[in-house]
């Protein structure tokens, strides 16, 4: 059998922001139904990395490629890229005035598939989910991120990864205090999706190890200064736990 191109594939990809080289020839390969976490101190570039798989304008690609099924997606814009299938956590962290969180989900849907459920049908899909995440039913007419807490936050990213039903996933799971029981929902979730959708690839990016105590990658790169500097298995996670990463410096 041959294989095809791999799911995602990021190749020497420098990034600069406002003139400052950020990322520095970044390689990283995802498959399918693979969980890779990207690890690095602040300030490696995790959030440029981020914003420059977003599509980001803010952030130039000066060198190397986003690769998507094998397809250079490097120059395309945010949401030609979610149409895809290529879901980033932190795509629609706003909160939008007023918009209830199914009808959000409602329109991000038709946007993504091209096909307009009707509100029943995705009221059932969403009901069907939160319940799985262990959601309260009054959320989905909450509007989006309204008073949301930094848990309620994940849980509605884990929500939208669910009903969006990207080929990837990028988590980033900013340093932003999140509490162990949003960490264990958040790994838990996505758990979830993945029993329903098991080719689901997900790139989780992390500061902390903690979140890797409910979720084991298959592998878990280091990043420093813009780079990768090392990749493994769970086992490097748990090196990092115990020698923090001045190892890598
Ligand atoms: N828009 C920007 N303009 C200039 N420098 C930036 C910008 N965004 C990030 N940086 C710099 O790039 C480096 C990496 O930042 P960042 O990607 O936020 O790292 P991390 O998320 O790993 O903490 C930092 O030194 C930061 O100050
Ligand atoms: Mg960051």
Same mark, same amino acid.
Not at 115 to 130: A, C, G, T, V
């Given at each position: 059998?041959?294989? $095809? =191109?791999?799911?995602?594939?990021?190749?020497? *990809?420098?990034?600069?922001?406002?003139?400052?080289?950020?990322?520095? @020839?970044? /390689? %990283?390969?995802?498959?399918? @139904?693979?969980?890779?976490?990207?690890?690095? =101190?602040? @300030?490696?570039?995790?959030?440029?990395?981020?914003?420059?798989?977003?599509?980001?304008?803010?952030?130039?690609?000066?060198?190397?490629?986003?690769?998507?099924?094998?397809?250079?997606?490097?120059?395309? =814009?945010?949401?030609?890229?979610?149409?895809?299938?290529? &879901?980033?956590?932190?795509?629609?962290?706003?909160?939008?005035? #007023?918009?209830?969180?199914?009808? &959000?989900?409602?329109?991000?849907?038709?946007?993504?598939?091209?096909?307009?459920?009707?509100?029943?049908? *995705?009221?059932?899909?969403?009901?069907?989910?939160?319940?799985? %995440?262990?959601? !309260?039913?009054? &959320? @989905?007419?909450?509007?989006?991120?309204?008073? &949301?807490?930094?848990?309620?936050?994940?849980?509605?990213?884990? *929500?939208?990864?669910?009903?969006?039903?990207?080929?990837?996933?990028?988590?980033?799971?900013?340093?932003? $205090?999140? !509490?162990? /029981?949003? %960490?264990?929902?958040?790994?838990?979730?996505?758990?979830?999706?993945?029993?329903?959708?098991?080719? +689901?690839?997900? +790139? %989780?990016?992390?500061?902390?190890?903690?979140?890797? /105590?409910?979720?084991?990658?298959?592998?878990?790169?280091?990043?420093?200064?813009?780079?990768?500097? /090392?990749? $493994?298995?769970?086992? *490097?996670?748990?090196?990092?736990?115990?020698? #923090?990463?001045?190892?890598?410096?």
């Amino acid at each position: 059998m041959v294989a $095809g =191109p791999p799911l995602f594939q990021i190749r020497d *990809l420098h990034v600069s922001a406002d003139g400052h080289q950020i990322l520095r @020839g970044l /390689d %990283l390969t995802l498959a399918e @139904g693979e969980i890779h976490a990207l690890m690095g =101190p602040n @300030g490696s570039g995790k959030s440029t990395l981020a914003n420059a798989l977003l599509g980001s304008p803010a952030y130039q690609v000066t060198q190397g490629q986003i690769l998507y099924r094998g397809e250079d997606i490097t120059a395309w =814009p945010t949401d030609v890229r979610a149409k895809a299938g290529v &879901f980033l956590a932190f795509q629609y962290p706003e909160e939008i005035a #007023g918009v209830p969180v199914v009808q &959000f989900l409602r329109q991000a849907l038709s946007a993504r598939k091209g096909i307009d459920l009707s509100i029943l049908e *995705l009221r059932l899909s969403i009901m069907e989910w939160m319940e799985r %995440l262990g959601m !309260d039913r009054s &959320f @989905g007419d909450r509007y989006l991120n309204e008073g &949301f807490s930094g848990g309620e936050k994940k849980r509605n990213e884990v *929500l939208q990864m669910a009903i969006l039903e990207p080929d990837v996933a990028i988590l980033d799971e900013t340093d932003s $205090g999140l !509490d162990i /029981d949003a %960490l264990r929902t958040v790994a838990e979730g996505v758990h979830q999706v993945r029993n329903a959708r098991p080719a +689901l690839g997900v +790139l %989780l990016i992390t500061h902390y190890q903690r979140i890797l /105590d409910y979720l084991t990658p298959d592998r878990v790169h280091v990043m420093v200064a813009g780079r990768v500097v /090392d990749s $493994g298995g769970p086992e *490097l996670a748990a090196r990092l736990e115990r020698e #923090g990463y001045d190892a890598w410096r």
